[in-house]
């Protein structure tokens, strides 16, 4: 296929509508594991890049999806993933900030992962990667966080009210929060010096970590920071996994999404298949632990003065839309200009803009791609995420490069 046609078939497909789900007849009786899956690393079509520094990761064709029977539905502890979860208490001038993050100690001086989830989502969205990742990183060390207005972490005024999705969002707010989760765990567990580090950021936290890199608050600690399926010029909402090609598209489209979800759940086993059956999520296993973490209980009366009890969303995106064009305004550039090694996954190549197809031909960081992913990288294929930050990990770890010795120290030995 010529690249004219392959720019007409791809002009036809983006006026499409969305793909819909699977009916319930194709969903299978057991997740998918991913070890099973044949992988087919291979360099980018840019003739510029090499396959040191891009890759594709192609998974089975067997479907992500389990069939909601029995008790594939039923929400599983935070236990199973992570080695403790503590709160973290942050008092400042106006408020106190109540961090929860999820934590597994790095080991004889392993490295330790950082992780911020996406708008909506919680640190369990992680939470299969974190597993994947120890199993391929024994001595790894993982912390995955809770945002400001996500999860069970609390923002108090000094005027004693709560905040449940607090105003400001903003990104500097959001990366303050991020290096203030960093410095309190490393004075928890009181370490002389903080672990080589690697941050990770999925859809918002990919700005969030960029911009902590950017700063050089984590000295010379921090080795890389990482992507997931975020870049400015896709100009996406912070949750939807549709590419949009202009800000205006992304959110009239983000509102679309907002609108047309489901307020509420009658249970948590149908917040979760509502999230497998939409393909939000494409891994039943995953949904199983993040889902419940991003919804809360609700108590309601019914006309017959009964109590039912409904579960909603947690955090409330909508109030986030001011904040939209703030975490995504010059991503790339800030991406691409940070110190540290640098790696962006995405579930698709056209979601690079030109800045950043740029960078990639002139090599200045790691792509990988997944084609058959959702939005959900991390969540959809955590042991394929986990296996390319592993290696990310090791191409820029410092502890195993041996330097040649000075000039001066030769010239002095033999004198």
């Excluded at 299978?28 to 990761?57: K, L, N, Y």
């Amino acid at each position: 296929m010529s690249d004219l046609q392959r720019s007409f078939a791809k002009a036809k497909l983006a006026g499409l509508p969305l793909e819909p789900p699977l009916p319930a007849s194709a969903l299978r009786d057991e997740p998918v594991h991913e070890d099973e899956a044949q992988d087919e690393d291979s360099s980018s079509a840019s003739s510029a890049s090499s396959a040191s520094s891009t890759g594709t990761i192609k998974p089975n064709s067997k479907l992500f999806f389990a069939r909601p029977d029995g008790n594939a539905l039923d929400p599983l502890p935070w236990t199973d993933f992570f080695a403790q979860e503590n709160y973290l208490e942050n008092v400042g001038p106006d408020e106190t900030v109540i961090y929860h993050v999820y934590i597994t100690p790095p080991a004889h001086k392993g490295p330790l992962f950082v992780l911020h989830h996406g708008a909506g989502s919680s640190g369990l969205s992680f939470a299969l990667f974190a597993r994947e990742l120890r199993k391929a990183l024994p001595d790894a060390g993982i912390l995955s966080v809770d945002a400001r207005g996500h999860g069970e972490t609390i923002v108090q005024t000094h005027h004693g009210q709560i905040k449940g999705t607090p105003h400001d969002l903003s990104l500097k707010t959001l990366s303050s929060d991020l290096s203030n989760m960093i410095e309190l765990t490393q004075a928890k567990f009181d370490w002389p010096r903080l672990p080589d580090t690697v941050l990770v950021g999925h859809s918002l936290g990919g700005p969030v970590v960029t911009e902590v890199a950017s700063t050089g608050v984590l000295g010379g600690s921090m080795l890389g920071y990482a992507v997931l399926d975020v870049v400015e010029g896709s100009n996406r909402g912070p949750l939807i996994h549709v590419v949009y090609r202009s800000a205006m598209d992304a959110l009239q489209k983000m509102n679309f999404y907002l609108a047309t979800r489901p307020r509420r759940f009658p249970s948590l086993a149908s917040g979760i298949e509502w999230h497998i059956r939409s393909r939000t999520l494409r891994n039943t296993f995953s949904a199983r632990v993040s889902v419940p973490s991003i919804l809360y209980q609700e108590r309601n009366h019914d006309t017959s003065s009964h109590e039912c009890e409904t579960w909603g969303w947690r955090t409330d995106l909508s109030a986030t839309e001011h904040y939209w064009g703030d975490w995504f305004s010059g991503l790339s550039k800030k991406f691409l200009n940070a110190n540290g090694g640098k790696l962006l996954i995405l579930a698709g190549t056209d979601r690079l803009d030109k800045e950043l197809m740029i960078g990639q031909m002139q090599g200045k960081y790691q792509l990988q791609v997944f084609p058959d992913a959702g939005h959900f990288i991390q969540e959809d294929q955590p042991a394929k995420t986990a296996m390319v930050l592993v290696d990310f990990y090791r191409r820029n770890d410092r502890s195993a490069l041996v330097l040649p010795p000075k000039v001066g120290d030769l010239l002095k030995k033999k004198s």
